[in-house]
């Protein structure tokens, strides 16, 4: 996308990512250790090391035009679109 599209439209996906495992990471990530599940690595590097990524990537956001804000939310929308209308015609 960074390539096809500009080097913008990743920050969506960052923000979502990236959101959830700094605000809902830590909660995961201790129930995850608890049932006993080893698979943690990433939980781990996102909750406790990367706490900077989340804000980093509102600032960039934030430095953008309101029409490229636009563009980009606009564009994750039809994606989320597309993947639902994806998952919905395959389950029919």
């Not at 909750?47 to 804000?55: A, C, L, S, V």
């Not at 035009?65 to 929308?77: F, G, H, Q, V």
Request: hydrophobic letters at 45%; one cysteine or more; glycine letters at 6%.
């Amino acid at each position: 996308w960074i390539k096809e599209m500009n080097p913008t439209s990743h920050l969506g996906y960052i923000i979502l990512l990236e959101g959830l495992a700094a605000l809902a990471g830590p909660e995961i990530f201790e129930r995850l250790q608890k049932s006993g599940y080893r698979g943690v690595t990433f939980f781990k590097v996102h909750t406790e090391e990367d706490q900077d990524h989340f804000r980093e990537a509102l600032e960039a956001v934030a430095v953008l035009s309101d029409e490229n804000r636009a563009k980009l939310y606009a564009w994750i929308l039809a994606e989320c679109d597309s993947a639902v209308r994806a998952t919905n015609s395959k389950a029919a």
